[in-house]
Nanobody, 127 residues
């Protein structure tokens, strides 16, 4: 599985961005997630979605501002980010889980759950 993240950029506080993660490869992806890492900080869970879209999970810091969605026909997962804040500045990574279905929300929020990672896309929010 190869993952290609895109859509990052430099925006002002209050603006919106839409990140995309295009997946390729024949291995079935049971769940997709987004994480981010700011300079000097650990990688942080942001959002995740199961392959059928039935279950989503969000970090408390982005809930009600970010929305994750999947486009299975295009093997792409999007992260719509609204009301961006300077503290959202980070490199954003998408990840794929390919081993088992029916993940619970706790597992979906753990970086250890994911088997493949994209290269990351930089999001910078100025105040």
């Amino acid at each position: 599985v190869q993952l290609q993240a895109s859509g990052g950029g430099l925006v002002q506080a209050g603006d919106s961005l839409r990140l995309s993660c295009a997946a390729s490869g024949r291995t079935f992806r049971y769940a997709m997630g987004w994480f981010r890492q700011a300079p000097g900080k650990e990688r942080e869970f942001i959002a995740a979605i199961t392959y059928d879209g039935a279950t989503t999970n969000y970090a408390a810091s982005v809930k009600d501002r970010f929305t994750i969605s999947g486009d299975n026909a295009r093997s792409t997962v999007h992260l719509q980010m609204n009301s961006l804040r300077p503290e959202d500045t980070a490199v954003y990574y998408c990840a794929a889980h390919v081993r088992i279905a029916n993940l619970d929300v706790t597992a979906m929020s753990s970086a250890e759950t994911y088997d493949f990672w994209g290269q990351g896309t930089q999001v910078t929010v100025s105040s």
